[in-house]
């Protein structure tokens, strides 16, 4: 369903919820995008890092641990103080808006990493032009998002016909915000989990982006690492998993 626009997109009132998934070692975080991006960043020792939109610090930690020096932030208070509490590596972490890094100054930044939350984020434009003031020449963003092209929220769904499996899209072009449950299993009025996601095009992101002076240098898609248990569609749906990316990466420099 469609929202209005003043509501609060952090995730300050599911932050118990996000902390407890991502311990969860069979987690597309774990699984496909931990492995996958530490892989795309290769990153050098000592290189400066900002982990925009943090969450409880989970990626933070691994870059660190990984030789960089990272700055972390997110919107959510309780996500910073579980950040703070839990972080094994030295990382500076603030609470601040995506698009207001003000405790960074201009040109200081190698390499800003935004993992699953730009679709969360109302603002890019202001986003991609901060980025833009704090990277350094050549510094570059590394954008990892739910693939626009396939994971439309609720205007996307899986569709078995005649043994095969295929990926139905009846939306794509229309931007929309919206209220996601994140727990469609759950009955409990009180149990239940929502988020606010926002479904944007390829070309709308591509526009932001060269309009704050970056360009693309490099983009890959990746695959789910699940497996369907034995059954009349379990060939169609592996087979499909491996045809029909859910997740895109995007890195771009500032020009």
Same mark, same amino acid.
């Not at 902390?19 to 000592?46: C, T």
């Not at 930044?109 to 434009?125: H, K, R």
């Given at each position: 369903? *469609? &929202?209005?626009?003043?509501?609060?997109? =952090?995730?300050? *009132?599911? !932050?118990?919820?996000?902390?407890?998934?991502?311990?969860?070692?069979? $987690?597309?975080?774990? *699984?496909? &995008?931990?492995?996958?991006?530490?892989? @795309?960043?290769?990153?050098?020792?000592?290189?400066?890092?900002?982990?925009?939109?943090?969450?409880?610090?989970?990626? !933070? #930690?691994? @870059?660190?641990?990984?030789?960089?020096?990272?700055?972390? =932030?997110?919107?959510? %208070?309780?996500?910073?103080?579980? !950040? %703070?509490? #839990?972080? %094994?590596? %030295? /990382? =500076?972490?603030? /609470? $601040?808006?995506?698009?207001?890094?003000? @405790?960074?100054?201009?040109?200081?930044?190698?390499? +800003?990493?935004? +993992?699953? !939350? &730009?679709?969360? &984020?109302?603002?890019?434009?202001? +986003? @991609?032009?901060?980025?833009?003031?704090?990277?350094?020449?050549?510094?570059?963003?590394?954008?990892?998002? #739910?693939?626009?092209?396939f994971r439309v929220p609720q205007g996307s769904d899986w569709y078995f016909e005649n043994g095969i499996q295929s990926r139905i899209i009846h939306k794509y072009l229309s931007e929309s915000k919206l209220s996601i449950d994140m727990t469609p299993g759950e009955k409990n009025i009180k149990k239940k989990i929502n988020t606010i996601s926002f479904h944007r095009s390829l070309q709308f992101y591509m526009k932001l982006l060269s309009k704050n002076n970056f360009a693309i240098t490099r983009l890959e898609e990746w695959i789910s690492h699940k497996q369907s248990g034995s059954g009349p569609r379990q060939l169609a749906e592996d087979k499909a998993r491996k045809e029909i990316p859910m997740f895109m990466c995007i890195e771009v420099r500032k020009i």
């Open positions: 369903m *469609k &929202i209005s626009k003043n509501n609060d997109t =952090s995730w300050n *009132k599911v !932050a118990d919820w996000y902390d407890e998934l991502l311990k969860n070692d069979d $987690s597309y975080q774990a *699984k496909v &995008i931990l492995p996958n991006l530490l892989r @795309f960043l290769n990153l050098n020792k000592g290189e400066t890092v900002l982990d925009l939109a943090c969450g409880q610090g989970y990626f !933070a #930690n691994i @870059f660190a641990h990984e030789g960089a020096n990272v700055v972390a =932030s997110d919107l959510s %208070k309780k996500l910073i103080e579980t !950040a %703070k509490k #839990n972080s %094994k590596e %030295k /990382i =500076s972490f603030y /609470i $601040s808006p995506a698009h207001r890094s003000q @405790f960074l100054k201009d040109n200081t930044i190698d390499t +800003v990493v935004v +993992v699953l !939350a &730009i679709q969360n &984020i109302e603002n890019v434009g202001d +986003v @991609f032009a901060e980025c833009n003031r704090i990277l350094k020449k050549n510094g570059r963003i590394v954008l990892v998002l #739910n693939h626009p092209a």
